[in-house]
């Protein structure tokens, strides 16, 4: 009986493989994917709510891939004049270029060709949106530190590359609203000294508008600038791998290790969920949410403007460094500087810029070369989220400034007053927003302290013998209490003695003590309060302060 049953075990070992597995077998032994599946498909990711920015960018990216590929199909990117004659009858007998009759067609005559375009339209408003709360996320949190340095650069170059992205293919439908924005670009590349009338003469083939910019505008959309995206989203996720996810303080957690469910099977299934999720959202506001509507505009015209002609949305803090900055210019020697418009233009991409190198001086500030995989508390680094919420500030302000003629008609007031209040505001709000966020953030570390030596609030009020009335608090846990402690304090920066042991003056650069003053400012006594030590804890549970009486 015994033997039959051996016999039987060695009959199914020698069984020959399916055609799967010798391809498994095969791949496997060429390109190692066994190997690489077992350590990374069982990866560990920590589960938070505010991980979800970055997913919604990504899967915003791939739905713009998917309704990007459908519209090529009927979309015409080309400037040569065409009288309409299609379905839509207010515009029949127009003359108009093939681009913009084309993206009517498509509107009017496709099928499913207005649900995708809106779908397209709105991720793309959602995937700019998406990159910059998560932008946000990762600079408040400060999950930019070493090793994450390059990974923050390749989201900040998407972010960029986002907005360029998006204002080449808002152009693209020719328009009378889309072409107003072209002509406000043209106008801004015009405004650069010396060289900005060869730079327009060479991106429109010609004299404005020319018919050579909305096939290089299409190619430039549709081919440069998604690939380059593409590539860096690639390594962005790779890196993401290689580096491991960031992770809150918490009871287990620790620079050297990750609590959270693996990629195989738990997150995967959950990020396929959320993908469906953000489509099924995205394409409930295209069908039920008009964008865009570019029949209404009619084609563009350069003689036209339409009224409350306004960017999309994140472009409208560049527009409003145009629109509010007086109109000064120098005229010299027979040719004139626009400094009204070369100004705001060159401020556009050092606004961006400020939140792109923060990370490099507050390594250089702190001097800190170690790595970092649990992320801070905002309210820990007061001085990084009062400058966070300072730059978030100035992109509102000038958000009112890109908009102030809906601003004066929605609400009836001066568009002069509207002018006026986005320039002063320009320089005092971020100021007064630094100030605000920072004392918050001082605030929040004062309440944490006293709920760690005391234990929180349980709003019981209880009469003790003597007749005095005092609120019972209730301990905290050691999870608890371990989130509020685990913080770093990080020390500023200190020259050290000026004169050495031998009676000599050290000479000490301009850098050193730059970065010596900006280190007292980042983490000196103002801008952190001390944390509940374990002593103090203890003397104050020894002391009475335990029995929950305070």
Same mark, same amino acid.
């Given at each position: 009986?015994?033997?039959?049953?051996?016999?039987?075990?060695?009959?199914?070992?020698?069984?020959?493989?399916?055609?799967?597995?010798?391809?498994?077998?095969?791949?496997?032994?060429?390109l190692?994917?066994?190997?690489?599946?077992?350590?990374?498909?069982?990866?560990?990711?920590?589960?938070?709510?505010?991980?979800?920015?970055?997913?919604?960018?990504?899967?915003?990216?791939?739905?713009?891939?998917?309704?990007?590929?459908?519209?090529?199909?009927?979309?015409?990117?080309?400037?040569?004049?065409?009288?309409?004659?299609?379905?839509?009858?207010?515009?029949?007998?127009?003359?108009?270029?093939?681009?913009?009759?084309?993206?009517?067609?498509?509107s009017?005559?496709?099928?499913?060709?207005?649900?995708?375009?809106?779908?397209?339209?709105?991720?793309?408003?959602?995937?700019?949106?998406?990159m910059?709360?998560?932008?946000?996320?990762?600079?408040?949190?400060?999950?930019?530190?070493?090793?994450?340095?390059?990974?923050w650069?390749?989201?900040?170059?998407?972010?960029?590359?986002?907005?360029?992205?998006?204002?080449?293919?808002?152009?693209?439908?020719?328009?009378?609203?889309?072409?107003?924005?072209?002509?406000?670009?043209?106008?801004?590349?015009?405004?650069?000294?010396?060289?900005?009338?060869?730079?327009?003469?060479?991106?429109?083939?010609?004299?404005?508008?020319?018919d050579?910019?909305?096939?290089?505008?299409?190619?430039?959309?549709?081919?440069?600038?998604?690939?380059?995206?593409?590539?860096?989203?690639?390594?962005?996720?790779?890196?993401?791998?290689?580096?491991?996810?960031?992770?809150?303080?918490?009871?287990?957690?620790?620079?050297?290790?990750?609590?959270?469910?693996?990629?195989?099977?738990i997150?995967?299934?959950?990020?396929?969920?959320?993908?469906?999720?953000?489509?099924?959202?995205?394409?409930?506001?295209?069908?039920?949410?008009?964008?865009?509507?570019?029949?209404?505009?009619?084609?563009?015209?350069?003689?036209?403007?339409?009224?409350?002609?306004?960017?999309?949305?994140?472009?409208?803090f560049?527009?409003?460094?145009?629109?509010?900055?007086? &109109?000064?210019? @120098?005229?010299?020697?027979? %040719?004139?500087?626009?400094?009204? #418009?070369?100004? =705001?233009? /060159?401020l556009?991409? +050092?606004?961006?810029a400020?939140?792109?190198?923060?990370?490099?001086?507050?390594?250089?500030?702190?001097?800190?070369?170690?790595?970092?995989?649990?992320?801070?508390?905002?309210?820990?680094?007061?001085?990084?989220?009062?400058?966070?919420?300072?730059?978030?500030?100035?992109?509102?302000?000038?958000?009112?400034?890109?908009?102030?003629?809906?601003?004066?008609?929605?609400?009836?007031?001066?568009?002069?007053?509207?002018?006026?209040?986005?320039?002063?505001?320009?320089?005092?709000?971020?100021?007064?927003?630094?100030?605000?966020?920072?004392?918050?953030?001082?605030?929040?570390?004062?309440?944490?302290?006293?709920?760690?030596?005391?234990?929180?609030? &349980?709003?019981? @009020?209880?009469?003790?013998? %003597?007749?005095?009335?005092?609120? #019972?608090?209730? =301990?905290? /846990?050691?999870?608890? +209490?371990?989130?509020?402690?685990?913080?770093?304090?990080?020390?500023?920066?200190?020259?050290?003695?000026?004169?050495?042991?031998?009676?000599?003056?050290?000479?000490?650069?301009?850098?050193?003590?730059?970065r010596?003053?900006?280190?007292?400012?980042m983490?000196?006594?103002?801008?952190?309060?001390?944390?509940?030590?374990?002593?103090?804890?203890?003397?104050?549970?020894?002391?009475?302060?335990?029995?929950?009486?305070?």
């Open positions: 009986m015994s033997e039959s049953v051996e016999n039987t075990r060695d009959s199914k070992r020698r069984a020959p493989a399916g055609k799967g597995e010798r391809l498994a077998d095969w791949a496997d032994g060429r190692g994917i066994n190997t690489l599946a077992k350590t990374q498909m069982r990866k560990i990711f920590p589960d938070h709510w505010s991980f979800m920015f970055g997913e919604i960018c990504l899967y915003s990216f791939l739905i713009l891939i998917l309704t990007g590929v459908y519209l090529t199909f009927f979309f015409e990117p080309s400037g040569s004049e065409v009288i309409y004659d299609g379905v839509y009858t207010p515009l029949k007998g127009i003359q108009m270029t093939r681009a913009y009759e084309s993206t009517v067609d498509i009017m005559e496709v099928r499913g060709g207005l649900l995708i375009r809106q779908i397209h339209h709105w991720a793309a408003l959602v995937f700019v949106a998406g910059l709360v998560h932008m946000m996320r990762v600079f408040f949190t400060g999950a930019f530190r070493k090793p994450r340095e390059l990974n650069v390749f989201g900040w170059t998407l972010l960029f590359l986002g907005l360029i992205t998006g204002l080449t293919g808002y152009s693209l439908p020719d328009d009378l609203l889309s072409g107003t924005g072209i002509r406000f670009a043209q106008g801004a590349i015009l405004a650069i000294p010396v060289v900005g009338t060869y730079i327009s003469l060479f991106l429109f083939g010609g004299e404005f508008p020319g050579a910019i909305i096939p290089r505008l299409f190619s430039v959309h549709v081919l440069l600038l998604p690939g380059i995206m593409l590539g860096l989203v690639v390594a962005h996720l790779i890196l993401v791998f290689f580096h491991k996810h960031t992770q809150f303080a918490g009871p287990g957690k620790t620079e050297k290790n990750v609590v959270g469910a693996p990629f195989m099977p997150y995967i299934a959950k990020a396929g969920g959320f993908f469906f999720l953000v489509f099924g959202v995205l394409a409930i506001m295209g069908a039920v949410a008009t964008i865009n509507p570019v029949w209404t505009m009619g084609p563009f015209r350069p003689d036209l403007v339409s009224t409350g002609a306004q960017p999309d949305w994140y472009l409208g560049s527009e409003g460094l145009i629109r509010v900055m007086p &109109s000064w210019e @120098i005229n010299a020697w027979g %040719h004139t500087l626009q400094l009204g #418009v070369f100004i =705001p233009f /060159s556009f991409p +050092l606004i961006l400020a939140i792109g190198v923060y990370p490099f001086i507050e390594a250089w500030v702190t001097g800190d070369k170690r790595e970092h995989h649990i992320v801070d508390r905002p309210r820990n680094a007061p001085v990084r989220t009062g400058l966070g919420v300072a730059w978030l500030t100035v992109f509102g302000v000038l958000m009112i400034g890109g908009g102030n003629d809906l601003w004066a008609t929605h609400f009836h007031l001066s568009i002069n007053a509207i002018t006026w209040f986005v320039r002063i505001a320009f320089f005092v709000a971020p100021v007064l927003a630094f100030f605000v966020t920072h004392r918050w953030c001082l605030g929040l570390q004062h309440r944490d302290r006293e709920k760690v030596l005391h234990g929180r609030e &349980s709003g019981t @009020i209880k009469r003790l013998p %003597h007749g005095e009335y005092v609120e #019972v608090h209730v =301990p905290l /846990s050691q999870g608890e +209490l371990y989130k509020l402690t685990a913080h770093e304090q990080p020390k500023p920066y200190e020259i050290g003695p000026l004169v050495d042991a031998h009676g000599v003056a050290r000479k000490v650069t301009r850098g050193e003590k730059l010596a003053r900006l280190g007292r400012a983490f000196g006594p103002s801008a952190q309060v001390p944390k509940a030590t374990p002593e103090e804890y203890l003397e104050i549970q020894q002391s009475g302060g335990g029995d929950g009486h305070h």
